[in-house]
């Protein structure tokens, strides 16, 4: 059975020494959704095509998120990131906004959390602008979808 | 209908002046779950009994994460937090765990950014511990609970 | 003749001790130039109308830029912004975009160089999104225009 | 006619994907002024001479801020910069003091942005230790003066 | 036996609730020394009159440190320092750089952490600085000398 | 006799051009004691075992202290760590915790200063947990004992 990388013989946790590790062109997807009252999203989608863009802000904020990645999560490498995108779908009917992220790197360890991350704060940027008229969004499935340049691939 | 307030005249996000609101304690909890196989929330369990403690570095993960909060989402106003707390609840049943965050300020705006930043980040910590044993965790149902010292108190 | 006050006994830099001012209403507003080939103007403007909006993204960054002021100038004190706000205009006759930035605080120092920041990274950020297209960009006038709220106030 | 670079088919912004870019050396040389009175450029020479050096300050700020350019600049690359340098010249005929800052890297993309970081922060710097005495200081000419490494060199 | 009172009841480490300690004015100060070499000492000397000036760079770096301390130790809260200075004595005798750091708040806590991170990061500085023609150096007493303002006053 | 090499021409400081030196494995090793009474060390063991670990916690800093040092250290370049451990040894008969900091890059500089800022975070982090009850707690013998992989190699 597999077990947890992230400790030393101590019990305590440390950064996994990647020393060894071949640099390789990695990929990360990840997403995740906000869901919102109908009144929320229309606000959201009006501002969109005229004016007061809350996604415009959102996507700053992830790629920015991507970013820091490794000053927010204490085991994450500072890698050199090469290239993060985000797209978001607005589904007005089920009332959620979905957030992908997709970030690149030349490194020896992956870009997973950095995705995450940029999901998440893509997502919590969104909640930011729209609390003062909707306090009961919530943030659901944010999750990786896919994964290359590893030891495995993943793909959900 | 009450309008998205994080925009000036040309329609560009601003940071809202609060210059003139009044200080008052505020408090502020969020909560949010990750999900994770059997396998992978009983090594968790299992390190926290013994060695290798992930919710030890998700607790200051988050609360690192809380103090980050300006940083993190564009139009958030820094405050001076006085008081950050998680809870974690390992449900082995349905394989998740649960963070509840709860956040204080003396300031003149809330700190439900800083909760729901602060849950977020703990759960992506348990994410990066956990990831290279179960790359199929997700993150759900991350929403504000309570919120208290504002124009209006909100409670779910 | 006044003295620069940024300095201790032995001739090194301090953060000056403003312990015992006051804390008041404070608003700082600073402009600043960035000058551009015609056509680079005109990619910025029509980005604008449609999609690709270089404003958006310098609007926060520049925003971003004013809550960073105390990490980046060191004898700044760190202060809690009560607003930020930055308003560009587009004069594609003599080829520049202005920006002028409004920074406000509660606080017992001015936000003069929470303003000149904000104006200066999002012009940065217009060079970065624009230079692709054009090197010979350059930044001019960047300054104080008013400030009120300390020991005396100052307007262009 | 070429297209600004940095947004994706949505329209939205995006750190462009430079994964597939060679690594070389690289360099970018940027430079600015800050005109001041001519009492207050005494100020900072004699200190230069004495004590209370205002450029020694500037100095480290500078270098500072070229290392924090991808935390202030949304669509900047990290990268890992191999050598930063700054000098100034103060012209107490024309009264400004002149910023020249010149930054290195091994990486795929440019470090034009950290080298007009460098610059614009050092005067900012340079502002914040004379506006005591000054107010009407204005920051003018901050511009690329070179570029090597890349796709093409450039020189003013 | 007074307790450790940054855990909560799950024996997690927590941000202390300050929310109901007043705000008064609070001064910490701090020393600490790094032993050096004969040589690298008179080097460092010798740099403070002429050019090369480490002790320079060295105030500037621990007064940034006091801004940070709220980001490098995890349970501290943000402040906002309303002073910070710092003075270093050169004993060439003993081979050995005193630094003293003071900082000062507003606030409902001490600044004590503030003053020791200030102390460590200008000798790490001077560390640094020196470290190409002197690897045994090494850091020593790094201590609160006075804390004033909060429950209890203290002075070594 | 070796020069400082961290000054320019102008005798003002720079960060070191080291475009030139070849990318090689790096290890560094640095230690150092915080040293508290007997009723504080033995605060702390209990703590281990049973609830309140407050090495838990200084183990994230420390880490995190690694990570941070290029922003801390004005004259350090960025890098990109692949590996941080600390190890703490609690001696409670002559009563000092001692950390040592184990650091890895692949790089062209060294990271003596990662690992000496690990061990200083760390420790700084052991005092602000235990400070409520020992104002009388002081830092020694932090200091470099190991370095690999550069022009030359070290031991203490």
């Known amino acids: 059975m597999s077990e947890l990388t992230h400790f030393n013989k101590a019990g305590r946790a440390k950064m996994v020494d990647v020393s060894e590790k071949k640099i390789t062109a990695r990929v990360a997807k990840a997403s995740g959704k906000i869901y919102m009252s109908k009144e929320t999203i229309n606000k959201v989608l009006s501002g969109h095509m ?3 863009d809350v996604l415009a802000v959102a996507q700053v904020a992830g790629i920015n998120g991507a970013k820091k990645t490794w000053e ?6 500072n ?5 993060v995108d985000i797209e978001f779908t607005v ?5 959620y906004i979905e957030a992908v992220a997709e970030v690149k790197t030349q490194g020896n360890t992956g870009v997973e959390m950095e995705a995450l991350t940029a999901v998440n ?7 930011d602008m729209c609390k ?4 009961r969004m919530y943030i659901e499935e944010v999750k990786l979808i896919e994964k290359q340049g590893g030891k495995s691939d993943f793909s959900l």
């Open 121 to 127: 704060i893509a997502l919590l940027t969104v909640y």
């Open 91 to 95: 589904d007005d009917c089920h009332c």
């Open 79 to 83: 890698l050199l990131l090469t290239g």
């Open 132 to 135: 003062a008229i909707d306090k």
């Open 72 to 77: 927010l999560i204490p085991m994450c490498h």
């Open 50 to 52: 005229n004016k007061g």
